[in-house]
């Protein structure tokens, strides 16, 4: 059973930084490409960044280019998005998400199979 668990959300005066995790289990993690994404009130949730298997290839929302790194570790079955220069317009529920079916998945979430449950991020202007 897959299961993804995200962490690593909270509050945070703007300028700021906070990183999230995301811990995954029920599958080898270097088979499968991780995304994050999030979604803030009265909005439809919004790619914000993925990575392949490997970790070597990474894309980005322009939103977020220049300020947010996704990375991951195989051995330990994480995924990270370390967000910097934080904005109010950031704040939202942050999900990750899996697809086992593609090397590197980009930013349709309906290549996703697998979602977190989200964590909230909140950056106070």
């Known amino acids: 059973q897959v299961q993804l668990v995200e962490s690593g959300g909270g509050l945070v005066q703007a300028g700021g930084s906070l990183r999230l995790s995301c811990v995954a289990s029920g599958r080898t993690f270097s088979t499968v490409a991780m995304g994050w994404f999030r979604q803030a009130p009265g909005n439809e949730r919004e790619f914000v960044a993925g990575i392949s298997r490997s970790g070597l290839s990474t894309s980005y929302a322009h939103s977020v280019k220049d300020r947010f790194t996704i990375s991951r570790d195989n051995a330990a079955n994480t995924v990270y998005l370390q967000m910097n220069s934080l904005k109010p317009e950031d704040t939202a529920v942050y999900y990750c998400?899996?697809?086992?079916?593609?090397?590197?998945?980009?930013?349709?979430?309906?290549?996703?199979?697998?979602w977190g449950r989200g964590t909230q991020v909140t950056v106070s202007s």
């Open positions: 998400a899996e697809d086992p079916d593609r090397y590197f998945s980009g930013s349709d979430p309906l290549n996703y199979n697998y």
